[in-house]
């Protein structure tokens, strides 16, 4: 599980990342792939890198297999488990744009500056359900795409096909898909964070106990729905903070408050599921800052001249 988060600072600077919720930690690592990086393709033409990225995530085969990152460009990409939904299909279509769902983030970093730009590309898109060695399964995953404009959310199932849909709040969790998500929300149109006013019910006198009435019923369980709605809530009432260290400390407040903790969520394996890590990208600075579990403390990694070209993988214990 995972909650996906975005949002812009008052001069239009992106901000963009994710808690990372699983049972076990795969060994995560801080990679920059800099550009002329080979890039193989299934289906498509290899090529090379043409934009610096970073992100974190693991690497198979030399191959950089992203959690989330962003390129050098603002444009960022993340991928959220979608079970029971996610479906691709059994083979290449023709006369369409077939990808890997591993190959995703890579095509959608490498050949696109803008949001816009993958929204027109994605109208040709068929994602294959291929991994990338027979050894790994194909993880089930829909997408958070945003630049400093706009966001934009992928799933491909099986009763609608790929689907698009504009991401206004800025939040991203799982199942169930998107379009049930934002009715879900609708359930949730009395929060506010003003407190609720004294009422008189049949000649009784009724006064609010305490501050926060107005946010009765703002969820605080783990499923998806819940912290899709908490997420969104707190995103749309943080206040505007100028500068990157207030905007940061935002982004991470906002993505603490659903983070999970070892022992509140036990799997159907009965594993522990928790918040493995914490990262916030800014596209201004192009930094990318992150925390762990048992680390609080605020680690970060920038993309600058030294690392931005390159024939190899920059690999960072995180």
Same mark, same amino acid.
Request: contains cysteine; aromatic residues 8%.
């Given at each position: 599980m995972c909650t996906g988060l975005r949002f812009t600072d008052p001069e239009g600077n992106?901000?963009?990342?994710?808690?990372?919720d699983v049972g076990i930690d795969y060994g995560k690592k801080l990679i920059i792939t800099p550009r002329n990086y080979p890039l193989p393709y299934k289906f498509?033409?290899?090529r090379t890198t043409k934009k610096a990225t970073i992100g974190m995530g693991i690497v198979m085969d030399d191959y950089p297999l992203y959690?989330?990152?962003?390129?050098?460009?603002?444009?960022c990409i993340a991928g959220l488990n979608f079970p029971h939904y996610a479906h691709f299909s059994a083979g290449p279509v023709d006369d369409k744009t077939n990808l890997a769902p591993y190959e995703l983030m890579m095509w959608v970093t490498?050949?696109?500056?803008? &949001?816009?730009?993958?929204?027109t590309a994605l109208q040709d898109v068929n994602l294959?359900?291929?991994?990338?060695?027979?050894?790994?399964?194909?993880?089930?995953?829909?997408?958070?795409?945003?630049?400093?404009?706009?966001?934009i959310v992928l799933e491909q199932s099986q009763q609608y096909g790929l689907r698009v849909f504009d991401n206004r709040l800025g939040v991203?969790?799982?199942?169930?898909?998107f379009a049930w998500q934002m009715t879900n929300l609708c359930n949730y149109t009395g929060l506010t964070p003003h407190d609720a006013q004294p009422q008189t019910w049949t000649k009784?006198?009724?006064?609010?106990?305490? &501050?926060?009435?107005?946010?009765?019923?703002?969820p605080g369980d783990s499923i998806p729905a819940s912290r899709f709605v908490k997420a969104a809530y707190l995103n749309a009432n943080y206040p505007a903070v100028e500068g990157e260290t207030a905007n940061v400390a935002k982004f991470f407040?906002?993505?603490?408050?659903?983070?999970?903790?070892?022992?509140?969520?036990?799997?159907?394996?009965?594993?522990?599921?928790?918040?493995?890590?914490?990262a916030c990208y800014s596209a201004k600075s192009k930094t990318y800052y992150y925390n762990l579990y048992n680390d609080f403390n605020l680690h970060r990694c920038q993309l600058t001249a030294d690392n931005v070209n390159g024939k190899q993988l920059i690999v960072k214990e995180a």
């Open positions: 992106l901000y963009f990342g994710r808690n990372l498509l033409n290899d959690f989330d990152c962003c390129n050098e460009d603002g444009l490498q050949e696109f500056t803008s &949001v816009a730009e993958v929204k294959v359900n291929q991994a990338l060695v027979d050894s790994l399964p194909v993880a089930p995953l829909h997408w958070l795409i945003s630049d400093q404009h706009e966001a991203l969790t799982n199942s169930p898909d009784q006198d009724l006064i609010p106990l305490g &501050v926060g009435t107005g946010s009765l019923g703002l407040n906002i993505l603490k408050a659903v983070a999970m903790v070892k022992g509140s969520v036990v799997n159907v394996k009965g594993k522990y599921e928790y918040t493995v890590y914490t």
